[in-house]
């Protein structure tokens, strides 16, 4: 229910959906002579916010706290027992018509693992990702990244294949069921930089100890973060993805399905669960 339920409001609160939204309910509203100027104004407002909201780096700001909350990985020279790669790369279905892997803009999830599995040839790879939606089962993700790792030389005996989770949840659940990693064994955690809070806090909260290896990072940092954007579906693609990561921290948080509201590295974060 729970899935169900954060899919459907999510679709109505996405903010590029609900600027639209008010727009068009100002046209409509304008169409009555009772209401036209209202209906003018509101559409004119939420005109401009869309502009705005898509043009200037506000996007930028709400996200960058979130992938600087985790830093690059180093090296460090001690030995790596897993991999975890977490969905959401490639479009399962597209894959699965075109009978190739067709990949999305967080494409770097999956080349970084690849770099990862060379690098640690003895580590297993954990390939976490189900196809499910609102509106039934689909295409499972999993199923075709390790195929493609396969064709890539991989070897299948080194994969893990989870393909029934959904949510972030669900990855850190029925991975540990599937990898059950041992005391002392040592996994890092392939996502992007932006999910790697709620993924940390999740796969602690689940008992599974990992070590972060953010990826696909969309704030550049430094100066670089006040450049306003050059379309304006840019930066509104940007604010979707800021805000309903920013929303799924909360929802875990006071679902419990997290150690805290904001897990940094080396303890739970802000809004500590551990104790309560």
Do not use: C
Not at 157 to 186: F, Q, V, W
Not at 266 to 276: F, M, T
């Amino acid at each position: 229910m729970f899935y169900y339920v954060s899919k459907i409001a999510w679709f109505f609160a996405t903010p590029s959906n609900l600027l639209i939204s008010l727009i068009l309910l100002g046209l409509i509203l304008a169409l009555f002579k009772r209401f036209r100027h209202h209906g003018i104004g509101l559409s004119l407002i939420f005109t401009l916010a869309t502009v705005a909201l898509g043009l200037l780096p506000i996007a930028s700001y709400i996200l960058l706290p979130l992938e600087e909350r985790f830093p690059p990985f180093r090296d460090d020279g001690k030995p790596v027992d897993g991999i975890i790669l977490l969905g959401g790369s490639v479009e399962a279905a597209d894959s699965a018509s075109r009978g190739m892997i067709v990949a999305n803009e967080s494409a770097e999830r999956v080349l970084d693992t690849i770099q990862l599995a060379h690098r640690y040839p003895g580590a297993r790879i954990l390939i976490s990702g189900g196809g499910g939606t609102v509106f039934g089962d689909g295409t499972a993700e999993a199923p075709i990244i390790a195929a493609y790792f396969k064709s890539i030389g991989i070897d299948p005996a080194r994969m893990i294949i989870e393909d029934r989770s959904r949510t972030t949840y669900e990855n850190a659940a029925y991975s540990i069921e599937l990898a059950k990693p041992r005391e002392g064994e040592r996994w890092l955690l392939v996502t992007s930089a932006w999910h790697m809070p709620r993924a940390i806090g999740v796969f602690e909260k689940v008992g599974f100890s990992v070590v972060a290896y953010p990826v696909d990072f969309r704030t550049s940092g430094g100066s670089g973060i006040n450049r306003p954007f050059a379309f304006i579906s840019e930066g509104l693609r940007r604010l979707d993805i800021a805000t309903k990561e920013w929303a799924g921290l909360i929802a875990y948080y006071f679902a419990g399905r997290t150690v805290g509201l904001l897990p940094y590295p080396g303890g739970s974060g802000i809004g500590d669960r551990a104790n309560r």
